[in-house]
Each structure stands twice: as structure tokens, then as C-alpha cells.
């Protein structure tokens, strides 16, 4: 019986590498999975290794034609018209239309009996390639971009995608974070409403968001410190248990009068602040 196995994870960077030693895959907004394919039947396993095969069940079934065993690692997400992954979609799907959940695969770690981790990261996505072929639409490889990376990510924000992926040529698959594999966002800056602060389970301050009305997310405050202590005098003095919006519910909250906003740089793809 095989066990999942420790993830690679890119680290996240301002630019996408430049050169020719990288290869660049569009980055999936959804969950990280790894499908388990063995002799005990197949099992979809998450980042946290909770087994989601019950969940995940048609990308399950898809993958009963595939010879065993087997270790792919990619991602679960739910597409839109226009092929966009929709993070904000995927939990309603996975209980209501699990049939529009997508396996993207982007690694082979494991098969027929051996540990394909050393092998060079081309030779496993070639293999994975004719591994997984004629599984589509359910089943889907992750397709790479063999060329300058800024022209790739410039593609890729054209067309409202969450980002990119790049992964050094010849690389192996190595556990953790890692800048063998590299991340590039996609950002989008906009004006919000500061509604109130909020005191997080993790004991940290975060700032609440909305914009026309609805409540966005919150953050965590990052202002130079000058800044920092302004704001936090004004909450001080200008704070209340009431929300300006009384359908606002939130505890260890400090509301605050309309009239301040905020501009601020967030993941796009989501309709909440991430």
C-alpha cells in the first residue's frame, strides 16, 4: 500500500526566472492532491493528507484505467467558460457539481514499483505525459512552456490567470519549499473600504475590507512604522463596538466610521482577499 508522499512546494517570486534552463506551467488556483493508484484501489489525498476520494469521486473513477502502482502529484480545481480556474468555485462544486472538477497533473513521483523522485524533472513529466493520455477532460496534464518566462507570465495576466509555475530543467523532486521550482502571481490592486479590526485566533491584528457594501477579507497591517502608529491612534479614538452596517457580525471586532480606505495589492482569481 503506497503513502503520499512529501510535496514539492515553489518558492513564491516577484519576477519569473529568465533563460533557457526553465520550464514554465500555468499555476492552477485550486487544491493540491496527490492520486495514490495501488493494489487497495485508488485514493485522492490532500496537502494535509486527508483522503478526499469520496469527494474527489469522478477523478476516482477516471483513474481506474490506469496501470499500478502509481503516485501523481497535481492539482484539484474547477474551470469557468473560458478555462480560467475559479478557487472561489471549487468548494460549492466538490459537494454540488462534482462533475466540473478537473486533475490537473504536473508530476509523476511513483511507478510500477519504483521511486521516480531522482529521476530529472523532463524525463517524469514525459512519462507522466503517455501515463495519463486519453483521460481528459477529467484527467488533464499540465502543459509546459519551453521559452522566456516574463513572455509566458505576460500571457498568462493577459488572460486573467493566477500565475505561473516555473521549474528548473533536469531538476529532481525534492521535499519543501524549494527555489528549484519557482512561483510568479498575478496581482491586481484596488481601493477598499477600512471597516473595523479584527483580533484573529492567531492573536494577530487584521484590518476588514469591503467594498460597495460587502464585506472582502481582511489582511494583516503592514505600514512603516510612522504610519502604524497613526492608525492605530485613529482606531483607538475612533473605534466602536457597532458596525456602520448592521448586518456585519463579527467577534473581537473594533468597527470604524466610514470615510477610510485603503489601497491594496491581492491575489487575483478570488472573490475574497487572499
Not at 462534482?98 to 510500477?112: G, I, Q, S
Not at 507522466?128 to 502543459?143: K, N, Q, R, T
Request: net charge negative; proline share 5%.
Amino acid at each position: 500500500m503506497l503513502s503520499p508522499l512529501p510535496d514539492m512546494d515553489p518558492k513564491l517570486v516577484d519576477a519569473p526566472p529568465a533563460g533557457a534552463d526553465w520550464l514554465h506551467e500555468l499555476k492552477f488556483d485550486g487544491y493540491r492532491t496527490q492520486l495514490i493508484i495501488d493494489e487497495t484501489g485508488i485514493r485522492a489525498s490532500t496537502s494535509g493528507r486527508h483522503d478526499w476520494s469520496a469527494r474527489y469521486q469522478p477523478i476516482v473513477e477516471a483513474a481506474a484505467s490506469l496501470s499500478l502502482p502509481a503516485i501523481i502529484d497535481g492539482e484539484v480545481a474547477v474551470q469557468d467558460e473560458s478555462g480560467v480556474t475559479q478557487f472561489g468555485e471549487l468548494r460549492s462544486a466538490i459537494f454540488k457539481a462534482p462533475h466540473r472538477l478537473v486533475f490537473f497533473a504536473f508530476d509523476l513521483l511513483h511507478l510500477n514499483g519504483q521511486d521516480l523522485r531522482e529521476w530529472p524533472l523532463e524525463d517524469r513529466r514525459d512519462l507522466l505525459h503517455g501515463y495519463i493520455d486519453g483521460l481528459e477532460p477529467v484527467i488533464a496534464f499540465s502543459e509546459s512552456f519551453d521559452g522566456e518566462g516574463a513572455d509566458f507570465f505576460a500571457w498568462a495576466e493577459n488572460r486573467g490567470l493566477e500565475g505561473i509555475v516555473s521549474k528548473r530543467k533536469g531538476s529532481r523532486y525534492v521535499r519543501g519549499v524549494t527555489d528549484l521550482w519557482q512561483k510568479t502571481k498575478c496581482w491586481v490592486v484596488d481601493d477598499f473600504d477600512v471597516i473595523g479590526v479584527k483580533k484573529g485566533d492567531d492573536g494577530l491584528p487584521y484590518v476588514l475590507f469591503a467594498q460597495e457594501g460587502v464585506r472582502v477579507g481582511a489582511a494583516i497591517v503592514s505600514l512603516p512604522k510612522k504610519q502604524r502608529d497613526l492608525f492605530w491612534r485613529y482606531v483607538e479614538t475612533a473605534g466602536t463596538n457597532v458596525p456602520i452596517n448592521r448586518r456585519w457580525r463579527e467577534k473581537n471586532t473594533t468597527w470604524l466610521p466610514s470615510g477610510t480606505t485603503a489601497t491594496v495589492r491581492f491575489l487575483r482569481g478570488s472573490d475574497r482577499l487572499r
